[in-house]
């Protein structure tokens, strides 16, 4: 008795990125980043839990996006370091803009002046 099998032809995935308007990776049609899957992962939690956390997401489009992280890190890395940049540099123009460096202090002035 021979067992013959037929080969397994096999496909690559390609993870479901897409880029928004600020130059951010969303998964899929969602409006979830890269960067919060990543955050999760990387801070201890596997997809299933990811899945939990995000319903929006499918547990395939999770584990895409885990492998292309690893098989790419070097590139997401990058692309996560510029994203933290871009965030530092966001927040410290809307605090200038803002005056909220002092806004601590103004509040109970501004409370007081008010008879709050």
Same mark, same amino acid.
């Given at each position: ?27 899929? /049609?969602? =409006?979830?980043?890269? &960067?919060?899957? *990543?955050?999760?992962? +990387?801070?201890? %939690? ?5 899945? #939990? ?17 690893? /098989?790419? =890190?070097?590139?997401? &890395?990058?692309? *996560?370091?510029?994203? +933290?940049?871009? %965030? ?5 123009? #809307? ?22």
């Amino acid at each position: 008795m021979s067992l013959t099998t037929t080969p397994i032809k096999f496909q690559a995935t390609i993870p479901p990125f897409r880029y928004d308007e600020a130059g951010g990776i969303r998964i899929a /049609t969602t =409006r979830v980043t890269l &960067d919060s899957i *990543l955050a999760c992962y +990387q801070n201890g %939690s596997i997809p299933e839990e990811i899945a #939990i956390q995000f319903s929006v997401l499918s547990l395939e489009d999770i584990y895409s996006s885990i492998t292309y992280y690893l /098989t790419h =890190r070097r590139e997401i &890395d990058t692309y *996560l370091e510029q994203r +933290q940049q871009q %965030s530092q540099q966001l927040r410290q123009q #809307i605090t200038e803009k803002y005056k909220l460096g002092d806004l601590r202090n103004r509040l109970p002035a501004r409370s007081q002046a008010t008879g709050n």
